[in-house]
């Protein structure tokens, strides 16, 4: 069975620092990695994807994959308020994708 | 680029009654999922369709569910005699094939008393 696992947080975080968000998946043949925010009550809005092992930047926002490790990061510079959110990891191999629990982010002012 | 649409955003339905809920994805994406959401959990996978076929439905899915794709545009989710335990935020998402990008439309929320 396919897993994604996040840290369900909350992760308290001052305004102006970073937010390091988590994801491991159990899944090898997964090939896309997926980073949504939603708000609450909110549908899941799409902030990053990444497809290849490295580091893509967008932004505020930074998502590392490493796929030896079965590893996905996302990276959130200067954080503001407006980002406090439950953030999550989804992967996708040849057909389904599976979604983390994801991880409620604080920001404070 | 009018996005994924769902409708109703919201439902209110007596325990026993028939629901059904409709997506609306993007014109030219091919696949369409369905999720379901509860408070403090990730979306759930109920089931996915590539143009008309629908090609995967999650094991957990009970026999109470249904969902269609005529002729591989719009989307029907239909759950016969309704639980209070289906009360959750149903999510429809729609992408191009292989690995794009999946977009959510605002999904609907059901609530079964």
């Known amino acids: 069975q396919k897993e994604v696992e996040q840290n369900s947080g909350p992760l308290s975080v001052p305004e102006g620092a970073i937010a390091s968000l988590n994801c491991t998946y159990s899944d090898r043949v997964s090939q896309s990695f997926f980073w949504y925010r939603q708000y609450s009550g909110k549908s899941p809005e799409l902030i990053m994807s990444?497809?290849?092992?490295g580091d893509k930047e967008d932004g505020r926002f930074t998502a590392q994959l490493n796929k030896a490790s079965q590893y996905v990061s996302l990276l959130i510079r200067d954080s503001q308020p407006s980002d406090s959110a439950t953030y999550l990891c989804?992967?996708?191999?040849?057909?389904?994708?599976?979604f983390g629990k994801g991880t409620m982010l604080l920001v404070s002012p | 680029d009018t996005g994924v649409s769902q409708n109703p955003r919201h439902k209110i339905t007596k325990r026993g009654q028939n629901v059904t809920f409709r997506c609306d994805p993007i014109s030219e994406h091919n696949r369409l999922y369905w999720y379901r959401q509860t408070l403090g959990q990730g979306p759930e996978f109920l089931t996915y369709f590539q143009n008309e076929a629908q090609l995967e439905k999650s094991r957990l899915l009970s026999d109470r569910f249904s969902a269609e794709r005529p002729k591989g545009s719009f989307s029907t989710l239909e759950i016969q005699r309704t639980e209070q335990g289906d009360s959750a935020m149903y999510l429809c998402a729609s992408s191009r094939d292989g690995g794009y990008e999946a977009f959510f439309g605002q999904g609907t929320r059901l609530t079964v008393v």
């Open positions: 990444i497809y290849s092992n």
């Open positions: 989804a992967v996708k191999g040849y057909s389904t994708l599976t």
